[in-house]
T-cell receptor, first 111, second 118 residues
């Protein structure tokens, strides 16, 4: 099925550094979501964005819904070892409808 | 709030047997549940969408007779992998959406079920 273009595929950073990842799509979405998945677990919702241009924070995480509705980015500030995992973006066209997932960004944080 | 559970968390079975996986929304009513499978180092692939009381809608390429989905109540959906074969070994994850009190129609995921078919 259709997937979003998520980049980078992987990142290796030092503890304390900031991280940025983004997703782009050829078609618009009306909701953008960011999930984190730990090994052997299901994805956990980090941030949900419902309005074009919206900038939302959740602790050290900040995400923005692009004004064109075709992209979104996620920033993690002052990374810590427990930030390790796979981050997925997901776009949703209408409320309650299926999600279209990005390929994921594998984040490794070196202490 | 918005907790989704899955059972079992892992299962090992012999080729040819059937396996049932349960997905429950614990603190909200899930009008829609989704079933995904995920292979190692890959993204989630949607298998089917089910609405309570209705037949599931399967994605292209997913055999509905092999992956039986039942969504009989607003808190429970089941996925049965019939006549499982080694190529069905995967990580199966459900998600549920409905009114959770915090937000409406956001998808919350279960912890996943690791299926290994010998």
């Amino acid at each position: 099925g259709q997937q979003l273009n998520q980049s980078p595929q992987s990142m290796f950073i030092q503890e304390g550094e900031d991280v940025s990842m983004n997703c782009t799509s050829s078609s618009i979405f009306n909701t953008w979501l960011w999930y984190k998945q730990d090994p052997g677990e299901g994805p956990v919702l980090l941030i949900a964005l419902y309005k074009a241009g919206e900038l939302t924070s959740n602790g050290r995480l900040t995400a923005q819904f692009g004004i064109t509705r075709k992209d979104s980015f996620l920033n993690i500030s002052a990374s810590i070892p427990s930030d390790v995992g796979i981050y997925f973006c997901a776009g949703q066209l209408t409320s309650g409808s299926r999600l279209t997932f990005g390929e994921g960004t594998q984040l490794t944080v070196n202490p | 709030g918005a907790v989704v559970s899955q059972h079992p968390s892992w299962v090992i079975c012999k080729s040819g047997t059937s396996v049932k996986i349960e997905c429950r929304s614990l603190d909200f009513q899930a009008t829609t549940m989704f079933w995904y499978r995920q292979f190692p180092k890959q993204s989630l692939m949607l298998m089917a969408t089910s609405n309570e009381g209705s037949k599931a809608t399967y994605e292209q390429g997913v055999e509905k007779d092999k992956f039986l989905i039942n969504h009989a109540s607003l808190t429970l959906s089941t996925l049965t992998v019939t006549s499982a074969h080694p190529e069905d070994s995967s990580f199966y994850i459900c998600s549920a959406s409905g009114t959770s009190g915090r937000s409406t129609d956001t998808q919350y995921f279960g912890p996943g079920t690791r299926l290994t078919v010998l």
